[in-house]
Each structure stands twice: as C-alpha cells, then as structure tokens.
C-alpha cells in the first residue's frame, strides 16, 4: 500500500521557537495533506487541509498563523508551529490521498511534539 | 455537526476471544464509514469501509455493516488473535468532505 512519513517522529524543543513537521508521501502524489491533532485519549482534530500549490484551508478555531502550511509540491507538505508554547505539546498526524472516486487517505506515523 | 462515538477502552479479550467495539455517528449527510487500526508505532491503516447503508465492510476477518437506522458502524471480530492488539479508530466523511471525522479510539488488547 501507498507509505506516507512524516519527520521528525518527535521533537522536544524551548518555549518561543518555532518547529517544523515534515510529511511526505513516498510512492504516490497526493494532491491532498491533512493535518491532525490528538491529544490523550482523545480522537484525532482535523486542523487544515492543504492542496498542492494553494493555501490551506484551515478549521474553525485554528489560528493560521500559528500554524503554517506549506504544500509545495505533490509529495511534501510542511507544518511549522511558531512560537510554539507548551499547550501546543501535542501528537500532531498527516494524512495524504490521491484524487479520484476511491480516493483512501493514508496516514503518517505521526509526530510527538514537547515543548518545555 | 459531524460526531463519531466510540466505546471507551481498554478492551481486553483472551485469544480466539469474539470481539465487538461500538461506534454510533451522527452527520448532516450521507457518510462513509470506515474503521482504522494503529498498530504500535505504526500510522494510522484503513481496515475496511462501507459508503452506503447496509454495505458490509469486511477485512482480515473483521466485519462492520452500516446500520442508517441505528447510525451505527460496529466492529466485530469472530474470534481475536494476539496480533490484533492495537488501537481501532472508527471515522467518518461526510457528503462533500474530504476530510475525516474521527472518534477518540479503543485500545484492544488481547493475551495469549
């Protein structure tokens, strides 16, 4: 099946700087990244969702600016958390798809982020 | 809007053990539901969907059908394996969405 990885697979870093979280889709193009949250014991928040050459589209509640999406090219998509707090600490999920009628989402391993 | 309900876990089960794990929705359309497994360390897989009413999704011999009537989508199992032992995520897509909408997931753990 179709591999999406994202890197780092987790992140410890201070208070006040900024993280990048990398997602790539390894054997396919995906004109489609999602971007999740999870916190403990909890389901999986939809936070953006970003297509290939165009701004994200970001969810209610979600500050885009704290929050940046970049969806360069077919098979990576980028999210840098800025100025990052430790109520940001957080397991953060992408997911990538094809287009198309069957179109199946398929997701990263997943990046734990702390923030001291 | 869209909501995924899941039974709370752990679920702890002896092998060969018959599994159930609830999940009720709701949504303004007509949802596609799936259900995926998280094995440890691993990303999210899709374990099988249905995308109408009383479709039957089956996969590695789990089985959910889509019940409109009760707005359900439970994961059976007939009989568990140790190899089963992760956590199962039901989720849905509403009409005209791409993105899903998951519930908070059940942790199945099966001893030999």
């Known amino acids: 099946g179709a591999v999406v990885s994202q890197h780092p697979s987790w992140v410890i870093c201070k208070s006040g700087t900024s993280v990048k979280i990398e997602c790539r889709s390894l054997?396919?193009?995906?004109?489609?990244m999602f971007w999740y949250r999870q916190f403990p014991k909890q389901s999986l928040m939809l936070m953006a969702t970003?297509?290939?050459?165009?701004?994200?589209?970001?969810e209610q509640g979600v500050e885009k600016d704290k929050f940046l999406i970049n969806h360069a090219s077919l098979t990576l998509s980028t999210l840098t958390v800025t100025s990052a707090h430790p109520e940001d600490s957080s397991f953060y999920i992408c997911s990538a798809s094809e287009q198309g009628p069957k179109e199946t989402q398929y997701f990263g391993p997943g990046t734990r982020l702390l923030v001291l | 809007g869209d909501s995924v309900t899941q039974m709370e876990g752990p679920v702890t089960l002896s092998e060969e053990a018959f599994l159930t794990i609830n999940c009720t929705y709701t949504?303004?359309?007509?949802?596609?539901l799936f259900w995926y497994v998280q094995y440890p360390g691993e990303g999210l897989q899709l374990l099988l969907k249905a995308t109408k009413a009383d479709d039957k999704g089956s996969n590695k011999g789990f089985e959910a059908t889509y019940r409109k009537e009760t707005t359900s989508f439970h994961l059976e199992k007939g009989s568990v394996q140790v190899s089963d032992s992760a956590v199962y995520f039901c989720a849905l897509r509403d009409t005209g969405r791409r993105a899903l909408t998951f519930g908070s997931g059940t942790r199945l753990q099966v001893q030999p």
């Open positions: 949504a303004t359309g007509y949802p596609s």
């Open positions: 054997d396919f193009q995906a004109t489609t």
């Open positions: 970003s297509n290939e050459g165009s701004k994200a589209t970001y």
